[in-house]
């Protein structure tokens, strides 16, 4: 997943003749940050910890400099505005992800849910809803859950 994220950011914005194959993985780059930001505006607010949290992750998980975690954060959150649901960028990860990549996004949404240290009805709603639209059962999600809860906790 993270060389994906590389070759996105490593292609130029001038040319826009990209084949097939960079456009897919620009379009799973996306997919999967538009998911990120709808996880930290679903409660009606972007917090600049869950916006420091996003662009950690970018960072450190991903190997994204702060220039190009940025802009695909800017990039995510227009399309996501644009969406009508979040089922375009559930099918993105689908037809992309493995079972295994597809628990580690779910992962990172739990980090951005616990930023502030609990997690609210919207935050629970939407997690539910991904778990469904990204083909996880309900022990992969919970297991997910545990796993970055007890990492926090340590």
């Known amino acids: 997943m993270i060389e994906k994220l590389k070759r996105f950011f490593n292609k130029t914005k001038v040319n826009n003749s990209g084949t097939g194959k960079q456009d897919r993985e ?34 450190e998980k991903y190997g994204l400099s702060g220039e190009h975690a940025d802009a695909l954060i800017e990039e995510a959150d227009k399309e996501r505005d644009q969406s009508v649901d979040l089922w375009q960028f559930a099918r993105v990860i689908n037809e992309n992800y493995s079972t295994d990549e597809k628990i580690e996004v779910v992962e990172t949404l739990w980090n951005i849910v616990y930023v502030d240290g609990k997690m609210d009805q919207y935050e629970h709603y939407l997690m539910n809803k991904l778990k469904n639209l990204l083909r996880l059962s309900h022990d992969q999600l919970i297991d997910a859950k545990l796993k970055v809860k007890y990492s926090r906790d340590s």
Do not use: N
């Open 26 to 59: 620009r379009d799973l780059c996306v997919a999967t940050c538009a998911l990120f930001v709808e996880m930290a505006r679903i409660d009606g607010t972007f917090t600049q910890a869950e916006l420091e949290t996003i662009l950690s992750i970018l960072k």
